[in-house]
């Protein structure tokens, strides 16, 4: 194999530089008119100053080197629109915290009013996150009338070929116009392509003439990772042509948990098996956990402290329970909870609480009832062992049960466990007495890991508070 000495580069295009000028402008705008239309000691606005314009254009040097490391500017061509303006928060809420240091140590932070500094930082962003819909919807209409388009072929005919071009097709945004499918393989080897995306449009050697004429501009290549040969053949007759050739890997085949390129020395390589929490998204949910863990507390202490007197004084044994759970990368760890149990299983068989369990006290069964047992979890999110919200940890008995019955099992354990989870909230609270159900709550911490953000941890903290309300599954 050749050397590789560059890696995977991501496309830029002038788009990125419009985005930079608008958000600079949008930062300076912004402050330019909280300071003319807010109050300042009774008159109308504030006596605008040189002062404004080293604020915002200092702003505008923070964010956008806070862009740079969340990412902020890379292709958002076919991402979704709230992974985007997620981007943008973050980035502007990392630029406010910086500014404010700055502000305290400046004492610029002192001669702006607190209605304009409130105004300015939520409608600063407000402003980006609506020109950037505007230029996404403008886009699409362009696009979609045929404006700025690319015509692409798709090599290989298989159920990775049809998605790639149902993706295309749902996305005008994208500004790719689908030429067709060509494969060399007699018709009863080729999957059944949907009447709506057109048909076979012919061989490989047609394709690579249409490519030499440029009518095709784009070449997406969608072989199998085990046709090697046929891969390389097929690319060495397309290196006649100018047209872009990419290859689309089936790596959809495999258990993916947020999949993302890197490199090693120039040489590229994806992930398959990946924590998706790393670098700002892991700093984020981190601050997250954090603030919601002491505002729990805050909130909670009180009714905490009654609990515990109730557990301590209604049946012999501790407070609190400590059970071996699996935690990050299985690494063990110890979970609180306030004991609901006259027994304290912790060894290699753990039964699991059922309806009726002769095991619960009567405090007990209101505790897991209502999930209040789960409270003591919040100091686990203080000390970094848990989140908020992740997959349940289970205990370490009923791990080392089912990683040997459930593909991809001890994949959940690529996160921290949560207080609550996805699964949790979808039905699969309680009890999983059958194979079926254990796997159902497999399956939906995968999904958490692959799809995750800050907002599905907000939409699921409070779809727990009603699942907790309903009091379903838990015994």
Known sequence: ????????RQHDSRWHSVHRLVDGAAILAVLYGALRFT?????????????WLIVSLLAAIVFHATAEFTGLYRSWRGARLHLEVGCILLTWGYTVAILLGVGLVTTYNVRFTYTTKVCWLLLTPALMLSIRVTMRMVLRRLRASGVNTRKVAICGVNPLAIQLARNIEASPELGLRLGGFF?????????????????????IEQLVQLARSGEIEIVYLTFPMRAEERLKRVLAQLSDTTASVYIVPDFFVFELLHARWSTIDGLPVVSVHENPLMGVDGLAKRIFDLCGAVGLLALLGLPMAVIAALVK????GPVFFR????????????VWKFRSMRTQENGAVVKQATKDDDRITPIGKILRKTSLDELPQLFNVLQGTMSLVGPRPHATAHNEQYRSLIDGYMLRHKVKPGITGLAQVMG????????????????????????????????????????????????
């Open 1 to 8: 194999m050749s050397s590789i000495s560059q890696g995977i």
């Open 39 to 51: 109050p300042l000691g009774g008159s109308a606005g504030h006596t605008l100053t040189n002062e």
């Open 183 to 203: 494969d060399d393989r007699p018709a009863h080897r080729l999957s059944d392509i949907p009447a709506e995306l057109g048909g076979n449009a012919g061989n």
């Open 313 to 316: 004084f209604t049946s012999p």
């Open 323 to 334: 059970q071996k759970r699996y935690g990050l990368d299985g690494r063990e760890i110890r």
């Open 428 to 475: 699969f609270r309680g009890e999983t007495e059958t194979l079926d159900k254990m796997q159902g709550r497999v399956r939906y911490d995968h999904q958490y890991i692959r799809e995750w953000s800050l907002w599905m941890d907000l939409k699921i903290l409070f779809r727990t508070v009603l699942v907790v309300l309903k009091q379903e599954n838990a015994y």
